[in-house]
């Protein structure tokens, strides 16, 4: 909008602006400024085609873009169905520890845990159109939904892999509030072990696919 009249970027913008307006083309690219701008509550700064330099743009547009995507994810969080567990101990959009301090391989497999990348019952039911309250587990005589929770606090088969790699004041008694406090330690002897459960459970139901 202000640059140099000489420029290429200025001339292109210009006529794209111009064919779009008289209704001759409609520019994708032109259309992504402008949702952006008025979804950043910029809107008067398309419609006068005008920049104002103490709006600070650059600045506030990203923080409307930010604060808009975080909201979506949020609520895609709290509305889905898949993300029950997931948002017992995830509540804030930010980088996890874990990803950084654990090696590579132990990373990959809490990560897959905690986001339902893996076989588990409760994940392959959905594609096989079984009810929610059908994924039972198959390991265990619990009848219960075979779902991260119930591997990772309560299935008898996974009994052992859980008292060697556990905190036993975890295990005993398990509940919601437990398994957010479980789910986002920063020690790295209680994530590397909760990693070496997540390496059973996922390996577990890979070897029985």
Known sequence: MCGKRQ?????????????????????????????????SRFNLMWDDQRIVESDNINQNV?????????????NNVMNSAKCLNYRIYKSD?????????????????LCKCRCLD?????????FLKIDRTERHCNLCNANEIGDE????????????????????????????LKCKELMNTSNLFTLTGIAKVCISVIKTFTTCA
């Open 118 to 126: 893996n076989k588990l019952p409760i994940g392959t039911g959905r």
């Open 149 to 176: 929770f119930h591997y990772l606090f309560k299935c008898t088969f996974f009994n052992n892999v859980r008292a060697n790699f556990l905190p036993s004041n975890i295990c005993n008694n398990p509940n919601v």
């Open 62 to 74: 990203k923080k409307c873009l930010s604060d808009k995507f975080i909201l979506n994810w949020s």
């Open 93 to 109: 959009f930010c980088f996890e520890i874990y990803l950084s301090v654990l090696p590579s391989d132990l990373g990959m497999h």
């Open 7 to 39: 420029n290429i970027s200025y001339t292109l913008y210009s006529i794209l602006y111009q064919l779009s307006k008289r209704g001759f083309y409609h520019s994708k690219w032109l259309l992504e400024i402008k949702n952006t701008l008025y979804d």
